[in-house]
């Protein structure tokens, strides 16, 4: 696809059409989702109380929804959106919600987008509107448990989420107190128990099996569960280790992962600087000066936070000095590829056990 040169902030870019109307979508994102909203809500009407759907929630599905699609073209990426169509339609379904309702929502998308959009836009909205379409033909694979196949651990995984959605956070705490005196490792009790109860514990909120109650808790939980840990971690760090801050951008909330990563980095001996959910960009590039930091370790779960990890990452590079290694991670990035490459990173990883190992050949240690 051809590029057009632009201005964007005072800045002559190149960009291409997808990524200029990605640009479109988030200035009338507002316009936009108060539009789809108002041309939805009447069909929505005998449905949106049992949904416990009201005018703010829904135009915050709007946003999201719009959100996903702007990324998808930022990232000229149409199966991104599809996949994001896909899931819309597990989740909707887990709430009786026909699926006649996803069908509407690519509809007046395409409708309200086609009024804010010059005609050239079309056949490209058109393009993302049908891959959508065509992966809806396909059954999803949300009925398949993440805990099939977790290696020797596969018993202890099932327990741990037996446990813990039971409410027992004592019982599942012993559990992996027994485990790691047995001389399982932590590497393995975080990528082998913890991270794939965590990805089904999403899977059974998102096909409406638990609430969002026992889903807080199992989070809340591991997280206690991971600081009782902390403590045979912290012995490897290296007084004078290799330094990483790690943090998950402005308005992503989805820390488990990263924490996991750093965590593993210090077992290598890093020093980490850990500075979880939703961080001020500034503050980032504030520590990443103070300590001296030879790589950055961002971390997002939704495509909603790309345009918070595009803003950050450009910010640190602006910044003088030696210049510090930025590596990206996350679900968003995990499961899509050319979403991932899409933010120029020095590198990026799938999961906590790629990523220590690639950010260990990157920042050579003394
Ligand atoms: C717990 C959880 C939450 C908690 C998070 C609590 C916390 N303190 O972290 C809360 C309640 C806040 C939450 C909120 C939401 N969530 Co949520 N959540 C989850 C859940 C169940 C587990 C997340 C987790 O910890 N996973 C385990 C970790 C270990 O996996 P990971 O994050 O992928 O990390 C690994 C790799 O990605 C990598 N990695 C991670 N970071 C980094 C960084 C670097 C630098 C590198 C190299 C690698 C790397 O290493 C890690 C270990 O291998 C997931 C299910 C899932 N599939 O993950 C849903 C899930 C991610 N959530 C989802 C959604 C939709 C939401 C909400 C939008 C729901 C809503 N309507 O409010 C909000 C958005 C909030 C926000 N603004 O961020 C969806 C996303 C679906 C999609 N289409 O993308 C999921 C997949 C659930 C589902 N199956 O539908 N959520």
Known sequence: MGTTEIEDQGVRVMKTL???IADTIYTSISQLSNEIVSIQQPKWADISPKYGMNQAKHSDYGRHDLCQLAEALTASNPPQYARYIVWLRAMLRSH????????????TEQAALGRVLPPESHPIISHYMQSARDALKEEDKFNLSFLKDTGAHTELAKKYLKVLLAGERGEASQLITRAIESGVSIQDIYLRVLAPCLYEVG???QTGRITV??????SAATQFIMSELYPLIHKHVAQKGRVAVAACVAGELHEIGLRMITDLLELEGWRTFYLGA???????????REKKAQLLALSICL?????????LISIVREQPGDGVRIIIGGYAISVDPVYAAS???????????EAVAMMNSLVKGE
């Not at 009786?96 to 509809?107: G, I, W, Y």
């Open 278 to 288: 939703n961080t001020p960009s500034l503050s980032v590039v504030e520590i990443v």
């Open 343 to 353: 933010f120029g990173a020095d590198g990026l990883a799938v999961n906590a056990g």
């Open 18 to 20: 997808e990524q200029q």
């Open 213 to 218: 109650a026992h889903e807080h808790f199992f």
């Open 96 to 107: 009786q919600v026909p699926d006649f309702f996803v069908e509407l929502n690519l509809e």
């Open 303 to 311: 495509p909603t936070s790309g345009p918070a990890l595009r803003e």
């Open 203 to 205: 899977r059974l909120w």
